[in-house]
């Protein structure tokens, strides 16, 4: 007992003189405040504008209930390149990991016939899987030529993004006439209550309650919870774990981990297959829970990407990432709301908002990162 | 005379009064005060953790102090960062150097205050001609054009003072400068500080070798435990004076061992062939043996083959041919993993690099090879309390401080880092100890501490690898003595017949068997 307060009295010591929280709000702060002057400049009234963004994330059940779907893959994508920096590495590679994780779940769902309660789990396996061997194949190249991982993984990104537009063009897989795959099985599909949604009984009760009515008109689905069960085992395996040991040893100081024993290649692959995983997680879940399909894409859609902001904001804390998610999917989706009336603010200028939020958390943190890596190489004391 | 009466005539350049550093709650340095005059040096003493980084980290602006104040040439400063101190005329080389690898040496000591000719572009010929003046008139004679990365650690220590000067230093700063250093680079430096000073430059010097303060220093502060005991007139005093003030005891210099017969053979090395980072052999067909309850000492010149050695032996480094045995097992080419797991521990060269990860806390690394194994793991999953309990034990016995097994690694000072390595190392209870610079950068009283547990260890009947570049080391610690020269073992002679001189010819190349 005297020992878990002392931990959890150094926790909160590193969290007070590190000031994280704290440098972290102010950072959104200024990213509100120079997206305000943006908006201003643009000819917009920023304080409309916000307020029309906080009432688009919180006025309505379903407004929340988007919001924390939006969220999701960011939360799982941020979750992924913060467990890989933890260990050392920079994945850049969510991106790619995520497609090759909803392809999976969508090949998984469609072609196999299996029980409800089966089904389910073997797509987001089989999904977990795929995307856990791609990311591996980028430690791989790491361990085995040098590689690095940052060059690696832009180039899965692509392949990854081609082999899914070349499988939607596959028949057999191409629903005939779209530009997308087939639909999963229905026994695949983990919305809530989606049969009983649209079932005479469902309808008519929702038509009585109108708070359930409307958060249910959402594609409303188990995602959030799994992410939110990821981060903490995410947390448990690198703090408390024997592997988690391992790999921030290695993350650490490569060279004192050699000469320890620890497998210093091994656990690279080991580390991004996990956040490859990770990373297909978020893809799968998507599958399964919102869209049921694969569509055509003409360019990365960004959740890998989002995902390193996610993780920088939660300075690569895995309890972090569930928080900066949440941050991003409000921005992401409260931003589509001053795209309409009253505001009709251009969606560029959202983008600036976001954007200037994670530069002003980004580039101190960034600079952090660059001194501590680079007092590691010289080692001062 | 005394230090009141030694130093009326001399000038003040700093003056540090009353200064006072806290980290949290811990007190690292407690109203300590510390005059500097022009032309001399001014060594600092004090055990491993006493405080003498942070205050000199403090000086250079690294740190800013909790309470206290600063004089420079009689004038109150406010030392916020180090360009300040730099503008101030003060330079600082640390106890880990901070140069950038592949530039080369003039590139690096012109850093942040490049010549500049018309258009702003650097001007690299001025570049040369300044740095070759500066070397020249100090007697730091360096190769401008050569590469940081390919030169000894000593010439990069000469880069750092070199950049230190030509920043315009008037006081400089050497944080334990001759610890990495070997013998013979040490005479070196001893006389680079003679000419500076002669040229009139002050110098403070912190140093474990009481020898070296002897020798070069003019006065010595004496920190304990962050508190300030006395600064002596070096002239006045001994070295046994002066580690009964730093420690609050008497210290035997030389640790007791009684004679013990050696048992049979447990490990052997033969026709041992290594390439080293550039491709050229370093170890060449070198034959070794060691036996149970002995402590063999492998003496030799840096660069003569034994990091190379050492990384073959501990799986770090590929073995070209030759054969490594231990226990009558075969473990050449075998992983780091499987070489501990035969029962072979080794304290790294290189304490920053290999030793320690420094993000971690000394709980954690005491651990790192264990970390596995119950009782710190149970089921893969990490067993916090025992880890704790392991630390603390290992804390108090190896008298590690501050006594906090939940310290990073990065604050704790230098040699407690090491003695956590050690520590971590000894209590493996490995049949084959392999210790490399062991007491590097330790305080008299750890130092004495660290050759009883070797000297422990060799009673227990282990067997015990002691490389060092300290020749009195090997001499007092070592049953028999090997000698390495060009990656071959030149000659081994029995501690108790060995001589410096023969040593000395033998590590130069000179030897007979
Ligand atoms: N950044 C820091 N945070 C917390 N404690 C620190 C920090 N820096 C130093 N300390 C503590 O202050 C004390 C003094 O450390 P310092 O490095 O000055 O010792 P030192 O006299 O140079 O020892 P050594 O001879 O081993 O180098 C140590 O106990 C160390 O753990
Ligand atoms: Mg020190």
Redesign the pocket.
């Known amino acids: 007992m005297k020992l878990k307060l002392k931990e959890l009295r150094k926790t909160l010591y590193i969290f007070a003189t590190e000031k994280t929280i704290g440098f972290t709000l102010i950072s959104i702060f200024l990213g509100l405040v120079v997206g305000a002057i943006f908006l201003a400049a643009a000819g917009f009234n920023p304080f409309q504008a916000y307020w029309v963004m906080l009432l688009g994330v919180f006025s309505k059940p379903s407004y929340i209930s988007y919001t924390i779907i939006r969220a999701t893959p960011l939360i799982l994508t941020g979750l992924s390149i913060a467990f890989a920096f933890k260990t050392g590495l920079f994945n850049i590679g969510a991106e790619g990991q995520f497609i090759i994780g909803s392809v999976a779940a969508t090949a998984a769902g469609y072609f196999l016939h299996l029980p409800l309660l089966i089904h389910i789990p073997v797509v987001i396996i089989s999904a977990v899987l795929a995307a856990g061997i791609w990311g591996g194949i980028a430690g791989y190249f790491k361990a085995k030529f040098g590689v690095h991982e940052v060059i690696s993984t832009i180039m899965l990104n692509w392949i990854a993004l081609y082999f899914q537009n070349f499988l939607i063009y596959t028949k057999g897989f191409q629903k005939p006439g779209g530009e997308t795959s087939y639909s999963i099985q229905p026994t695949a599909n983990m919305m809530i209550l989606k049969t009983w949604k649209q079932s005479e009984a469902g309808r008519e009760w929702l038509l009585q309650h109108p708070f359930w009515k409307d958060l249910l008109r959402t594609p409303m689905n188990w995602g959030f919870v799994i992410a939110i069960l990821m981060a903490i085992l995410v947390w448990f395996i690198l703090n408390k774990t024997a592997l988690g040991y391992r790999l921030r040893a290695v993350g650490f100081n490569k060279f004192a981990a050699e000469y320890g024993g620890i497998n210093v290649n091994k656990n690279m692959i080991i580390s991004m297959f996990i956040a490859g995983a990770l990373a297909g997680l978020a893809g799968a879940l998507q599958v399964v829970g919102v869209s049921h399909k694969v569509t055509l894409i003409a360019a990365m859609e960004g959740y890998g990407f989002d995902g390193i902001a996610v993780a920088l904001i939660a300075n690569s804390n895995a309890l972090g990432c569930i928080l900066a998610g949440l941050l991003f999917g409000a921005l992401k989706y409260g931003g589509t709301k001053i795209q309409m009336f009253p505001v009709k603010a251009p969606s560029e200028v959202i983008n600036i908002v976001i954007g200037s939020i994670v530069f002003f958390i980004s580039i101190p943190k960034l600079i952090k990162v660059i001194l501590t890596r680079k007092n590691k190489k010289e080692g001062t004391? | 005379m005394g230090y009141e009466n030694v130093t009326q005539s001399l000038t003040k350049v700093i003056e540090m009064k009353n200064i006072t550093k806290k980290f949290g709650d811990f007190v690292a340095n407690d109203s300590v005060n510390l005059d500097v005059f022009k032309g001399k040096v001014h060594a600092l003493l004090g055990e491993?953790?006493a405080g003498?980084?942070?205050l000199?980290n403090i000086l250079y602006g690294l740190y800013s102090p909790t309470s206290g104040e600063i004089l420079i040439n009689g004038k109150k400063v406010d030392i916020t960062n180090p360009n300040i101190a730099i503008e101030h005329g003060i330079g600082m080389v640390h106890?880990h150097f901070m140069l950038i690898k592949p530039f080369t040496v003039a590139q690096n000591i012109i850093l942040g205050r490049e010549p500049i000719s018309k258009l702003s572009v650097l001007n690299m010929k001025k570049a040369l001609k300044d740095v070759k003046e500066i070397s020249e008139r100090y007697g730091l004679y360096v190769d401008p054009n050569a590469k940081i990365e390919d030169i000894s650690v000593g010439m990069q220590q000469r880069v750092e003072i070199l950049k230190a000067l030509y920043r315009g230093a008037e006081i400089l700063i050497l944080?334990?400068p001759t610890a990495v250093l070997t013998p013979q680079e040490i005479i070196e430096l001893i006389q680079i500080i003679k000419n500076l000073t002669k040229e009139g430059k002050s110098i403070i010097l912190?140093s474990h070798k009481l020898k070296e303060i002897i020798d070069a220093a003019d006065f010595c502060l004496i920190i304990r435990r962050g508190k300030h005991i006395d600064t002596v007139v070096v002239s006045e005093t001994d070295e046994e004076g002066l580690a009964s003030k730093m420690v609050g005891r008497e210290v035997s210099f030389v640790v007791a061992k009684d004679h013990k017969e050696a048992g049979e053979e447990i490990f052997s090395i033969k026709d041992l062939i290594v390439k080293d980072n550039r491709d050229i052999i370093a170890v060449n067909k070198l034959n070794l043996s060691i036996k149970k309850g002995e402590i063999l000492g492998l003496a030799g010149i840096d660069g003569n083959g034994q990091t190379e050695l050492l990384e073959a032996i501990t799986g770090l480094r590929k073995v070209e041919s030759g054969k490594i045995m231990i226990n009558g097992e075969d473990i050449t080419n075998n992983t780091p993993f499987q070489v501990i797991s035969k029962k072979i521990s080794h304290i790294p060269e290189d304490r920053q690099k290999r030793g320690l990860v420094l993000e971690f806390d000394i709980s954690e690394n005491t651990i790192l090879e264990n970390y596995y194994k119950e009782p710190f793991a149970k089921k893969g999953i990490l067993q916090y309390n025992n880890i704790q309990v392991y630390a603390k034990e290992l804390i108090d016995k190896f008298d590690v401080r501050p006594r906090e097994e939940s310290k990073m690694a990065r604050t704790l000072?230098?040699?407690n880092q090491q003695k956590v390595i050690i520590a971590r190392e000894v209590s493996n209870n490995p049949d084959l100890l392999i210790a490399a610079q062991p007491t590097r950068?330790l305080d008299v009283g750890a130092i004495e501490f660290v050759h009883k547990s070797l000297i422990e260890q060799r009673n227990k009947n282990k067997a015990v690898f002691l490389i060092s570049f300290e020749l009195d080391e090997i001499m007092n610690v070592s049953d028999r003595i090997a000698v390495i020269y060009e990656g071959k073992i030149v000659g081994i002679v029995d501690a108790k017949d060995a001589e410096i001189e023969t040593l000395g010819l033998m590590m130069a190349g000179g030897g007979n068997k």
């Open positions: 004391k | 491993n953790g003498k980084s942070t000199m106890q944080d334990e912190i000072s230098g040699g950068g």
